[in-house]
């Protein structure tokens, strides 16, 4: 059983601590939660709304009709009732109107000046708002307790009994699992990778809508011992973390495709130096300034390109909040491990949703530097691009080991790194780059694979669609239709066997992508041959929910 | 003591012309690393793309030849990772004043402990001649061949203004100035930029080494360098008669000294890494 809530307002209006608590308190009582920000690029007004889900199973999307509504301003009502179900409520406090008979009017400014704190009126409505699911409100302070101060927590939680006191129940919905969960968004699960995966510097630019990984890595510098730096702009963000790299610590920048441009020739310095670096893009709609709050999934094209001439580099889509922790800590793993800059794309959609998934498992990943030592690179000169059979030379940090020095260079370079425009020079450092790309190719994951053993619907996506693929294919599978999706983390360079394992059998793929030209499938169509024979593609800056690619499928596929 | 000078020798073949103001440079840079008791390996000098750029490559030393206008922030990325590296700039006047202009601003206003050579020789030496952003005004070069139309940039007067912790100027053929002044530079703590004249033979036709001989003169032995009006009316002087010397100082933290996590930690480098550090973070997410 899954509800569906949307809280809206104007911005300012106090929206996101009502959905936090909201989303916090239903986690409490042992709910799955999942929740979607839809909000403009404005500080003060406009109009903003999160969609809560929960339910007592696993949630991955976002859905289009409402059971209930917290509608802090008018447009808020006018925008979303034709989104309510006939039996849904709409909550809002006296001061708005509507005729329809599903609004529920409660006087909540009203009542929380009686409480003589008017911050509390949207945990009257939160409170009004269980009541209507049937949800009690025992054993919640604790979620207060961990946000507010002694005296909030009790005008809060007054503010709930009074808002649970001035309705009557109209859905029934319990639980009984424990709450064993977290809730987080990718943009978090990043940054929390990043202090697991022993990044010890992460400079950057504020850019919409990646800054929320800087931000928290910034909250949780001094007490994990490391440094968070606003650089002046990307180029500096890319050049101070690739010194720092070289330097010796693990680094990491993050930006959206605006500030990813201005980094694109930091990353040929890094490929050619061959200094380890994780760049984390959070996409969203272009070109330029675009859609700064939006979601897309644009810069695939483009990021593997990124940067002048042929050089080895991986780019990993992560899917939703519980891979975005595991595979941020891999991509620094790989970085180092092969000497490359490895690109997470993310985007606003992953970035901003919250989730109710399992705890970390901390016992799963490790920090693996491959660093060389003073045996490993014997007498004389240190040669920083020594050739080797694989390509990957021993790497050692500066200072760090008597007479050796250690030249970083953005020429074409010898093995030492001294400026060399020899033919044959030229050949063996090109070769030497190059061959780490076989190695790559060993090392990368193939797409996750959903749905039934045969199928003859192929769905192929990347990235953040992951969640409504899933739940597509089940609502499809469910109505005994032969389909499964293919759904890419890793997608520079392009693992191929799964995709020629099912591709070959199944007799319609469709792309499902958040872009104009198909970005996935001309990808895949340059790489292996395989051409979509349909595509469900979004460029409006909003998300394809599960039940939108389930119905596009019915639709435009079967 | 001093360090053996032959250390700071690199096996690098040079391209620079005969008669280059950078050798004047690279000399004066041995002499002072080797004054300075240092070593080669707890060096590092950083550039970005032009003649004077190439420097990391002609001193035996940690290096990093980056991207043209980016010499500083990887330099500031390697001082934070290692606070213990003793680090250097060194690049020509379009790297630094030009392309990387933004970059200068600001790790002034960071007063990261790092000393900055800008070779500055007026024109673009590597691209063969074009104006500079320190170019005269009217100059005719190889591509404003009416004369440059913008007004110089005053290196001196802006780094005052922005409150660098260490402004100095030197020139190249100099030797022993400039020593003292790399020195000086290094031994203090925080930004310390040092632009020294550099005669390019091949494409300055105007600012020679005579040009610069019969103008540059050293700043009074009873100047002081805290006064920030003197020095800035110091930075005025050019045309006739150029000072060199430490023109401007301020005693102040400098950006390691400002973030206590790194202050009080050994480098950044050392650091014991283990994902179980971690798991309390995750406390907030349940």
């Given at each position: 059983m899954k509800y569906n809530i949307l809280v809206g307002g104007a911005a300012g209006q106090g929206m996101s601590t009502i959905s936090t608590l909201l989303q916090k308190v239903l986690k409490r009582k042992g709910f799955y939660v999942f929740a979607n920000k839809d909000y403009m690029s404005r500080v003060r007004g406009g109009h903003n709304f999160v969609q809560i889900r929960f339910g007592t199973t696993p949630i991955t999307s976002h859905h289009p009709t409402l059971d209930a509504i917290i509608a802090l301003d008018q447009s808020t009502i006018d925008n979303h009732i034709n989104r309510l179900n006939n039996n849904g409520i709409i909550i809002c406090d006296t001061d708005l109107n509507s005729e329809d008979k599903r609004v529920i009017q409660i006087p909540m400014r009203k009542l929380s000046r009686e409480i003589k704190n008017p911050?509390?009126?949207?945990?009257?409505?939160?409170g009004a708002l269980l009541k209507i699911f049937g949800i009690s409100i025992d054993n919640i302070e604790p979620v207060l307790r961990k946000r507010f101060d002694k005296n909030t927590s009790q005008?809060?939680?007054?503010?709930?009994?009074?808002?649970?006191?001035?309705?009557?129940?109209?859905?029934?919905?319990?639980?009984?699992?424990?709450?064993?969960?977290?809730?987080?968004?990718?943009?978090?699960?990043?940054?929390?990778?990043?202090?697991?995966?022993g990044v010890t510097f992460y400079s950057a630019y504020p850019m919409t809508p990646s800054t929320s990984v800087m931000t928290y890595l910034s909250k949780k510098q001094q007490e994990a011992g490391i440094l968070v730096e606003q650089a002046e702009d990307e180029i500096a963000a890319i050049n101070m973390a690739l010194g720092a790299s070289y330097a010796g610590i693990r680094s990491m920048t993050g930006t959206s495709g605006g500030g990813f441009s201005l980094m694109v020739e930091g990353i040929g310095l890094g490929a050619v130096a061959e200094i380890p670096l994780v760049i984390v893009n959070v996409q969203r709609p272009g070109p330029a300034t675009g859609l700064p709050t939006r979601?897309?999934?644009?810069?695939?094209?483009?990021?593997?390109?990124?940067?002048?001439?042929?050089?080895?580099?991986?780019?990993?889509?992560?899917?939703?909040?519980?891979?975005?922790?595991?595979?941020?800590?891999?991509?620094?793993?790989?970085?180092?491990?092969?000497?490359?800059?490895?690109?997470?794309?993310?985007?606003?959609?992953?970035?901003?949703?919250?989730?109710?998934?399992?705890?970390?498992?901390?016992?799963?990943?490790?920090?693996?530097?491959?660093?060389?030592?003073?045996?490993?690179?014997?007498?004389?000169?240190?040669?920083?691009?020594?050739?080797?059979?694989?390509?990957?030379?021993?790497?050692?940090?500066?200072?760090?080991?008597?007479?050796?020095?250690?030249?970083?260079?953005?020429?074409?370079?010898n093995e030492i790194g001294f400026v060399d425009e020899s033919i044959e020079n030229r050949i063996a450092m090109?070769?030497?780059?190059?061959?780490?790309?076989?190695?790559?190719?060993?090392?990368?994951?193939?797409?996750?694979?959903?749905?039934?053993?045969?199928?003859?619907?192929?769905?192929?996506?990347?990235?953040?669609?992951?969640?409504?693929?899933?739940?597509?294919?089940?609502?499809?599978?469910?109505?005994?239709?032969?389909?499964?999706?293919?759904i890419f983390g890793d997608i520079w360079p392009l693992p191929t066997g799964q995709l020629e394992y099912y591709g070959t059998n199944s007799k319609t793929?469709?792309?499902?992508?958040?872009?104009?030209?198909?970005?996935?499938?001309?990808?895949?169509?340059?790489?292996?041959?395989?051409?979509?024979?349909?595509?469900?593609l979004r460029y409006d800056g909003r998300q394809l929910s599960g039940t939108d690619i389930y119905n596009k499928v019915k639709k435009e596929v079967l | 003591m001093a360090t053996d000078i032959k250390l700071f020798e690199s096996k690098s073949e040079n391209s620079w012309c005969p008669g280059c103001g950078n050798f004047g440079i690279v000399n004066a840079l041995k002499k002072a690393f080797s004054e300075l008791d240092l070593l080669p390996h707890n060096i590092l000098i950083a550039s970005g793309i032009g003649q004077a750029a190439k420097t990391p490559h002609y001193v035996n030393a940690n290096g990093f030849n980056g991207l043209h206008?980016?010499?500083?922030?990887?330099?500031?990325?390697?001082?934070?990772a290692n606070k213990d590296l003793r680090v250097i700039v060194t690049s020509g006047d379009g790297d630094s004043y030009g392309e990387g202009g933004n970059h200068l601003i600001h790790n002034i206003r960071r007063n990261i402990d790092i000393t900055h050579l800008v070779h500055n020789n007026q024109i673009y030496g590597l691209t063969k001649g074009q104006g500079s952003p320190t170019t005269g005004k009217g100059h005719k070069t190889s591509m404003q061949f009416e004369g440059v139309y913008a007004d110089e940039f005053n290196p001196i007067a802006f780094a005052i203004s922005l409150g660098c912790s260490f402004v100095a100027r030197s020139f190249s053929a100099d030797k022993d100035h400039l020593s003292e002044m790399i020195k000086a530079g290094m031994e203090h703590n925080g930004y310390a930029l040092i632009d020294i004249l550099q005669p390019?033979?091949?494409?300055?036709?105007?600012?020679?080494?005579?040009?610069?001989?019969?103008?540059?003169?050293?700043?009074?032995?009873?100047?002081?360098?805290y006064d920030k009006v003197e020095a800035f009316k110091k930075s005025q002087e050019w045309e006739n008669k150029i000072p060199i010397g430490?023109?401007?100082?301020?005693?102040?933290?400098?950006?390691?000294?400002?973030?206590?996590?790194?202050?009080?930690?050994?480098?950044?480098?050392?650091?014991?890494?283990?994902?179980?550090?971690?798991?309390?973070?995750?406390?907030?997410?349940?």
């Amino acid at each position: 059983m899954k509800y569906n809530i949307l809280v809206g307002g104007a911005a300012g209006q106090g929206m996101s601590t009502i959905s936090t608590l909201l989303q916090k308190v239903l986690k409490r009582k042992g709910f799955y939660v999942f929740a979607n920000k839809d909000y403009m690029s404005r500080v003060r007004g406009g109009h903003n709304f999160v969609q809560i889900r929960f339910g007592t199973t696993p949630i991955t999307s976002h859905h289009p009709t409402l059971d209930a509504i917290i509608a802090l301003d008018q447009s808020t009502i006018d925008n979303h009732i034709n989104r309510l179900n006939n039996n849904g409520i709409i909550i809002c406090d006296t001061d708005l109107n509507s005729e329809d008979k599903r609004v529920i009017q409660i006087p909540m400014r009203k009542l929380s000046r009686e409480i003589k704190n008017p911050r509390v009126f949207g945990s009257i409505g939160i409170g009004a708002l269980l009541k209507i699911f049937g949800i009690s409100i025992d054993n919640i302070e604790p979620v207060l307790r961990k946000r507010f101060d002694k005296n909030t927590s009790q005008a809060n939680l007054e503010a709930f009994k009074k808002g649970h006191e001035l309705v009557e129940s109209h859905f029934n919905i319990n639980s009984n699992n424990e709450d064993n969960h977290i809730i987080i968004n990718g943009n978090q699960a990043i940054a929390l990778g990043a202090i697991a995966g022993g990044v010890t510097f992460y400079s950057a630019y504020p850019m919409t809508p990646s800054t929320s990984v800087m931000t928290y890595l910034s909250k949780k510098q001094q007490e994990a011992g490391i440094l968070v730096e606003q650089a002046e702009d990307e180029i500096a963000a890319i050049n101070m973390a690739l010194g720092a790299s070289y330097a010796g610590i693990r680094s990491m920048t993050g930006t959206s495709g605006g500030g990813f441009s201005l980094m694109v020739e930091g990353i040929g310095l890094g490929a050619v130096a061959e200094i380890p670096l994780v760049i984390v893009n959070v996409q969203r709609p272009g070109p330029a300034t675009g859609l700064p709050t939006r979601t897309a999934q644009c810069d695939l094209d483009f990021v593997i390109s990124a940067s002048q001439d042929d050089f080895p580099k991986m780019v990993i889509a992560v899917r939703n909040p519980e891979d975005a922790f595991y595979q941020t800590v891999r991509a620094l793993n790989l970085a180092e491990k092969y000497q490359i800059q490895v690109i997470i794309l993310s985007d606003q959609y992953l970035a901003d949703y919250n989730q109710t998934i399992k705890p970390y498992n901390f016992d799963e990943i490790s920090i693996d530097r491959y660093l060389s030592s003073k045996d490993d690179i014997g007498e004389g000169f240190y040669k920083r691009y020594k050739f080797t059979e694989n390509g990957i030379s021993p790497r050692i940090i500066p200072s760090t080991i008597e007479s050796k020095t250690v030249l970083g260079d953005s020429h074409e370079h010898n093995e030492i790194g001294f400026v060399d425009e020899s033919i044959e020079n030229r050949i063996a450092m090109m070769n030497k780059r190059m061959k780490r790309i076989s190695l790559l190719k060993s090392e990368i994951q193939e797409p996750e694979y959903i749905g039934v053993e045969n199928p003859e619907i192929l769905l192929l996506g990347w990235g953040s669609t992951h969640g409504s693929l899933l739940e597509a294919v089940e609502l499809l599978a469910n109505e005994s239709i032969k389909i499964g999706a293919l759904i890419f983390g890793d997608i520079w360079p392009l693992p191929t066997g799964q995709l020629e394992y099912y591709g070959t059998n199944s007799k319609t793929i469709v792309n499902v992508e958040h872009n104009f030209t198909g970005q996935l499938a001309n990808l895949i169509a340059q790489e292996t041959g395989f051409k979509c024979d349909k595509s469900i593609l979004r460029y409006d800056g909003r998300q394809l929910s599960g039940t939108d690619i389930y119905n596009k499928v019915k639709k435009e596929v079967l | 003591m001093a360090t053996d000078i032959k250390l700071f020798e690199s096996k690098s073949e040079n391209s620079w012309c005969p008669g280059c103001g950078n050798f004047g440079i690279v000399n004066a840079l041995k002499k002072a690393f080797s004054e300075l008791d240092l070593l080669p390996h707890n060096i590092l000098i950083a550039s970005g793309i032009g003649q004077a750029a190439k420097t990391p490559h002609y001193v035996n030393a940690n290096g990093f030849n980056g991207l043209h206008g980016r010499g500083i922030p990887p330099a500031v990325g390697a001082k934070i990772a290692n606070k213990d590296l003793r680090v250097i700039v060194t690049s020509g006047d379009g790297d630094s004043y030009g392309e990387g202009g933004n970059h200068l601003i600001h790790n002034i206003r960071r007063n990261i402990d790092i000393t900055h050579l800008v070779h500055n020789n007026q024109i673009y030496g590597l691209t063969k001649g074009q104006g500079s952003p320190t170019t005269g005004k009217g100059h005719k070069t190889s591509m404003q061949f009416e004369g440059v139309y913008a007004d110089e940039f005053n290196p001196i007067a802006f780094a005052i203004s922005l409150g660098c912790s260490f402004v100095a100027r030197s020139f190249s053929a100099d030797k022993d100035h400039l020593s003292e002044m790399i020195k000086a530079g290094m031994e203090h703590n925080g930004y310390a930029l040092i632009d020294i004249l550099q005669p390019c033979v091949t494409f300055n036709k105007i600012n020679t080494y005579k040009w610069y001989k019969d103008r540059v003169y050293y700043i009074e032995d009873d100047y002081n360098p805290y006064d920030k009006v003197e020095a800035f009316k110091k930075s005025q002087e050019w045309e006739n008669k150029i000072p060199i010397g430490v023109i401007y100082k301020e005693d102040k933290p400098t950006f390691i000294d400002r973030i206590p996590q790194i202050k009080d930690n050994p480098p950044l480098i050392n650091k014991k890494l283990d994902p179980k550090n971690a798991i309390k973070f995750m406390e907030e997410f349940k």
